[in-house]
């Protein structure tokens, strides 16, 4: 008698499971009970145990490799019994419903149904094992065979004759074989299609569909000629784990396609009005704005923070090595973001003269396509006329933004004293799918420590 | 080009042969003196006398073995029987001996023979007389199998059949004997065994059938194509052995595949080509493969149920628009 390894589902809000790593090796004996490999949830990672005992004749799943709920992963059997058949249905089984409490779960559990005695045979031994979770007990061959006429198989149904979708349509998303092949050459994550077909079925106009809107939402990407199309070693490409394929579906379904979060600052900005009263003094040109001292510190600390100078890509996020930082311009008639192209490595004179000449572009609408695209994080500033505080919208595929108050002199505390100081307000956008809380919360503690001392600027 | 029937297009084959080679000869029931049945033999008793034109009483087993020892001993007998449901009395040699004699002499006994005459339903010529029996015959291997739906394609099949070296069973139509279409009058027309052909070209669902049903899939493409429906049409001409690659190549262009067939659902030929695809062209397939059969029932007299029991273009269109999920 073989014992199928599903996938489990190891939190009640899992769908899929990645297994982290095999603790098992082929030909390794099993005892029940035993944890045969490290599996992630959404949550955390959790073990994977043996619920029958024997050998481990087939490891079916890759470390690293993602598997739903219910699929087929291993296989443990006697040393020399025929699994075969169990292997080549790997995956087409029925999976557990999800929310199915394994404790409770009925043992699947068939008996070969050749022979009149193997009824009240087969009963005793479901008795015997009823509390066993989900991995299902199957005759080593001729699996999903029906019981012949007048030998109903008893109680409890054997999980064979399960719905093959999970029953509930709940667990895996119902796709034709075309619209599967597609979604992997596409690199689309079925979760987030829609199924049109029967039953919710996933067939290939769906796909078309999705892809059709995943280009529409970044048209930037898709048009743009790139001035510098991202080389190896710009970026890194980081495949999604369960946790943040969960954030960003759960968090998407709430806020809408991209789920902002908004994280206020005050910095203390009077060493900030030192430096650029000191600068003036020396001569105009030295002058340089609030702005570009602002400019330069985000750029500074983006290289401390890769984390978030990077762009959502819909199944995967890149990181980027360097920092193009978009710098929102209004115009007449509407907003143009340029970028100032590795703004970390430009000196505050140069990132001064940049934003200047490009602002004095895109006034003029002179700025090529290949100004405006590209930024990997971007600022927008009103303080100019006065706004003390507000949010800016993120610009997809970027997963941040960051909105610049009015530098004011306002009372505060320093050392327990009340003291009018330079004040300014910065809020955070940041696409949760991305950036969590205390990531985005890093960051503008790096910020204020250099906009507060910006002798970090140099340091 | 002339345009002639499949009546004439069988028997221009029929003719052609016999001029070709001296060892061809046709027999069965009323191909001489009675000029065929279905006039499919007309002239040819005048033409090449007793010797090769060969009126038999009614006894299908009994010529059907005489045409397989004729074939033994180096003769290319042509066996026409009235009809492929008269047949059934003859399968033992079919099956049995011709089928078997190349094998099991182990090619000492040659076996070119060619069975021939009309399967499937006419019209109101109820259960026993209304049968498609390619399923039964596409299943034994020894046989080869084609199903012409066009004249040219008939006239092309029978010549390749008569000069195969194997059996071969070619099926006929009665309703298709008075078809006409285009066939060449001074170049040979042969087609080849085991080619499929694209009858029609469409990028948004295959329809797969053979012989008589050819016509139903023609149909149903007219009707698909006022709503802008752009169906395949495949003619499998031979179904043993089987054009896979024809198949494989229209099921990757349109994601969807439909089968027509005039026999029966059960172990219909039909389920052999759903086998292949659901196999072959798995990724390829955006929906299940739909069949179109006639209904698992005998065939009816009456003439209301018979069209009811019998595939149609109706039946075709429906089809196609389920494995489209443009209907339910």
Redesign the interface.
Known sequence: MATKVVMEALSPTMEEGRLVKWLKNEGDKIASGETLAEVETDKAVMELVARGEGVLRKRLLGEGATAPVGQLVAVIAAPDENIDALIGGAGGDAAPAKDAKPAEEVVAKTEETAGASSVPRATEQAQGEASAPPQQKVPAFRMGTAAPKGQAPPSPTPATEQPRDGGNGEGRARTSPLARRLARERGLDLQTVRGTGPGGRIIKRDIEAAVAEGVAAQPAAAGAPAAAPPREGDFNDVPLTQMRKTIARRLSESLGPIPTFYLTADFDMDRVAEMRTAMVEMGDEFKVSVNDIVMKAVATALTLHPEVNAHWLGDRIRYFNRVHLGMAVAVEDGLITPVIFDADRKRMSEISREARELAKRARDRRLKPDEYTGATFSVSNLGMFGIEHFTAIINPPETAILAIGAVEKKPVYVNGELAARQRMRVTMSCDHRVIDGATGARFLQTLRRMLENPLMLVY | MPIITYRDALNQALREEMQRDDRVFLMGEEVGVYQGAYKVSKGMLQEFGEMRVVDTPITELGFAGVGVGAAMVGLRPIIEFMTWNFALLALDQVVNSAAKMLSMSGGQYPMAMVFRGPNGAALQLSAQHSQAWESWLAHIPGLKVVAPGTPYDAKGLLKSAIRDDNPVIVLEGEMLYNTKGEVPENEEVVVPLGQAEVKREGADVSFITWGKMVLVAQQAAEQLAKENIAAEIIDLRTLNPMDADAIASSVSKT?RAVVLEEGWSVAGFGAHVADFVQREC??????PVLRVHQEDVPMPYAKNLERAAKPDAKKAVAAAKKVL?LE?
């Open positions: 994601n798995f990724d390829d397939l955006d929906a999920y339910n």
